[in-house]
């Protein structure tokens, strides 16, 4: 028995299996596609992203000490670094293959601190592309971590921490619980508020224009005369500046007993240059204004793209690195996309020498490629089936606009005609319009990139003006005096607060998604039909930090910190050195806030729903996940409800309001409050009056445009937008009326 036992309690020794090569990525896809294109030997695995950071519940920076960060493994992150460090112990050799920016080399180095990498055997690889060529290379030159960029990333962490652990603390005993303050987050945040301020400031002028319709005099027998619009430039030698409606209709009753005469024709040729590759800036911008994305879900439409999609069997990455302020391009890249120019167009498409471009931004690294494909052999059309919309969407983008970066100018044919105005009885002419048009004689990029320009009207063709010679007489065949009114500054979207951020050199490619997700996230700003709108909280956020922190977050001293940074990442700077300059005014700025910032309580928002419990008015709330319905009697009364945002319109369906909602991944639609035992829903912004024509639901169709669900009616939104006012006001005088006392 005792035999028998002692057979069945023997258990075989496992036999850890030596690994030749290790390679390390942070994103599972990456790996699995790099595994297939180095083969036999080699070994990947994920990181996962991060896997070292400062401890979440205190400060974890060493002031005293050279501003010493404390790092730990995150909980979530355990199991991911035991894996890796039972792998690298038996690893012969290491290479860390993490992203190709500051932040990959920081993963790099806390991967090898978390796992006890040994150094001597332990190698860096960067490549900007997941291609067989590309990895082959990067492997084929391994390198040292690179400890400049390391310290830059660091010196970016530590800098984040001691503004956001230590300003934030005092806006939830001044403010409210759960908000918080960044560095580089409240500047983006000023900006937004600051536009607002801009608009709610801006007095509207009254200004006129007046064009002409004329037609060449010669053809009055012509039943298809070819007509064409001037429009009135000066008058009486200075620019024409009309101001009013009865100084507009003097000029016209003048006009309308004048005479038009050909001065002079200029003809010529224009060229439209295409525009570089993308760079992350130009991407999301793009991305935003052709294909309606943020930049958030566009960077994670491009991440996948980068990683690698599958085709045919094959994973392959798409496009190169899409976190990159450079316009470069490599030799390999643009010679096939020159060769693809001239066999799918011809000779006369092919610049004579490979275009090179530079980039405006005074901020710009330029250490990587653009985004570009990374071959433009696959075309959108011959992987479309592969990809999901939004990715074959934005690889389209990219890859229309590499390949029309390399192709010639488009070419057009111009006419500029003025033309004079002479009323009865003068002999100089008054008045001077002139009339301008182009026609395309040579597409040249807009071959490939002309779909895509055209979706949003910024084609340049406007047609070409009928044969004129100067001397000669026209007939006019109306005059169209029109209102205007000067306009304000418009909302910044995800794309012009982008081009904003890259402009004043605040943040960095990797940093732009993040930045505006985070003052969404936070309750600051809200994001309508594309416009970023601030909220209260973020007016009061914004103005107390601005109001005690005016050195630390405005834009001229957030650029020169990414300066200075930038010097750090180059070797020109020591990283403790830049924490030593900061720290102390920042404190001492910090320490005179605790002292003199009042506590501004943002007011409860009282609704007009009661408590089923009490009674009493129910109040909007702030909670981990938003806002929420709670008793205003809280604590003796703990009535709760989620918070429903109505818009003021009533469902088609039921009679029900229509609320605001939100898809798991944020995206706003609009739905029935009584849902789910009502189903309508909708993508367009409901607005708050009945359709003129039939009473239906109205909804907000595009920028400029409503139209009804019902009748499909369609209405000029400053129409509607007028109407609203009219009812609003009419309902504001009623409430007043009855607050009047009645007197006998």
Not at 382 to 389: A, M, V
Not at 605 to 624: H, M, S
Not at 630 to 659: H, M, N, Q, W
Request: charge should be positive; aromatic fraction near 8%.
């Amino acid at each position: 028995m005792g035999s028998t036992g002692e057979k069945k309690g023997t258990r075989k020794r496992k036999v850890s299996k030596k690994i030749e090569k290790l390679v390390i990525v942070e994103s599972p896809a990456k790996a699995h596609t790099i595994e297939k294109f180095l083969g036999k030997g080699y070994t990947v695995k994920a990181s996962v992203g991060h896997v070292r950071d400062l401890l979440r519940s205190r400060l974890s920076v060493d002031i005293e000490n050279d501003f010493r960060p404390t790092y730990r493994v995150p909980n979530e992150k355990r199991k991911v670094v035991k894996e890796l460090k039972e792998a690298v112990g038996r690893a012969e050799e290491v290479y860390l293959a993490t992203d190709p920016d500051r932040e990959g080399e920081a993963i790099a180095w806390h991967v090898m601190e978390a796992t006890g990498a040994d150094p001597e055997r332990t190698r860096r690889v960067v490549f900007h592309e997941v291609t067989p060529g590309a990895i082959r290379e990067a492997f084929a030159n391994p390198r040292g971590l690179d400890e400049n960029l390391i310290n830059a990333q660091q010196a970016r962490r530590i800098l984040d921490r001691l503004v956001g652990y230590q300003v934030s603390p005092l806006l939830w005993r001044k403010v409210r619980n759960r908000t918080s303050a960044g560095r580089v987050q409240t500047v983006a945040l000023r900006l937004v508020v600051e536009r607002e301020r801009e608009i709610e400031n801006f007095v509207p002028e009254e200004y006129w224009t007046i064009e002409a319709e004329l037609a060449k005099a010669s053809e009055r027998s012509n039943e298809k005369r070819q007509t064409f619009r001037a429009k009135l430039l000066r008058v009486r030698g200075k620019k024409a500046d009309l101001k009013t409606e009865a100084e507009s209709m003097a000029l016209v009753s003048d006009l309308e007993k004048s005479v038009f005469r050909v001065e002079k024709v200029k003809e010529g040729t224009r060229q439209r240059k295409p525009s570089p590759p993308f760079t992350t800036s130009t991407m999301q911008q793009a991305a935003s204004r052709h294909l309606g994305m943020t930049a958030s879900r566009t960077m994670a439409v491009a991440q996948s793209l980068y990683e690698g999609i599958n085709l045919q069997g094959e994973r392959v990455g798409l496009i190169t690195y899409m976190r990159t302020d450079s316009l470069n391009v490599s030799k390999v890249a643009q010679e096939e996309a020159r060769k693809f120019v001239l066999e799918t167009f011809g000779a006369e498409y092919l610049p004579e020498k490979p275009p090179h471009y530079k980039t405006k931004s005074k901020s710009a690294q330029e250490a990587h490629e653009a985004i570009r494909p990374t071959s433009v052999r696959r075309t959108p059309e011959s992987i479309k089936e592969y990809l999901t919309p939004q990715q074959y969407k934005l690889y389209s983008l990219i890859w229309r606009r590499f390949v029309a970066s390399q192709m010639k100018p488009a070419v057009y044919k111009t006419v500029s005609a003025d033309i004079s105005a002479v009323p009865e009885g003068e002999s100089v002419p008054p008045y001077l319009f002139r009339a301008n048009g182009s026609i395309l004689t040579f597409p040249g990029f807009l071959k490939v990139y002309g779909e895509v320009l055209k979706e949003n009207g910024n084609g340049s063709d406007s047609g070409l003006l009928p044969p004129l010679s100067a001397g000669e007489l026209l007939d006019l065949i109306n005059l169209f005096p029109e209102q205007h009114f000067t306009q304000p500054p418009p909302r910044y979207t995800d794309a012009s607060l982008v081009k904003a951020l890259e402009s004043y050199g605040i943040g960095r490619p990797s940093t732009y998604a993040s930045i505006i997700s985070t003052i969404i996230k936070r309750g600051y700003v809200e994001r309508e039909q594309k416009q970023l709108y601030p909220t209260k909280l973020g007016f009061v956020v914004n103005d107390l930090l601005i109001e005690h922190f005016p050195d630390l977050f405005n834009v001229e001293f957030t650029s020169e910190m990414e300066e200075e940074l930038d010097r750090i990442a180059a070797g020109e700077k020591d990283w403790v050195e830049l924490l030593k300059e900061f720290y102390p005014p920042f404190a001492a700025a910090l320490a005179k806030a605790e002292k003199e910032m009042k506590e501004i309580k943002p007011e409860l928002e009282v609704t007009d729903e009661t408590c089923p419990k009490c009674g009493a008015p129910l109040v909007v709330k702030y909670g981990r996940y938003g806002k929420f319905l709670a008793c205003s009697r809280y604590p003796e009364c703990d009535f709760t409800k989620p918070y429903l945002e109505k818009t003021g319109a009533k469902c088609p369906k039921c009679g029900g309001d229509i609320v605001v909602r939100r898809t798991r991944k944020g995206r706003i639609f609009y739905g029935c409050a009584n849902y789910p035992e009502c189903d309508f829903t909708t993508w367009k912004k409901p607005i708050p009056l009945p359709c003129p024509n039939c009473g239906g639901l109205l909804v907000q169709w595009n920028k400029n445009t409503a139209r009804c669900l019902q009748c499909e009616a369609t209405f000029p939104m400053s129409e509607i937008e007028k109407m609203m006012k009219e009812e609003r006001e009419k309902k504001e005088s009623e409430q007043e009326a009855r607050k009047e006392p009645v007197t006998v």
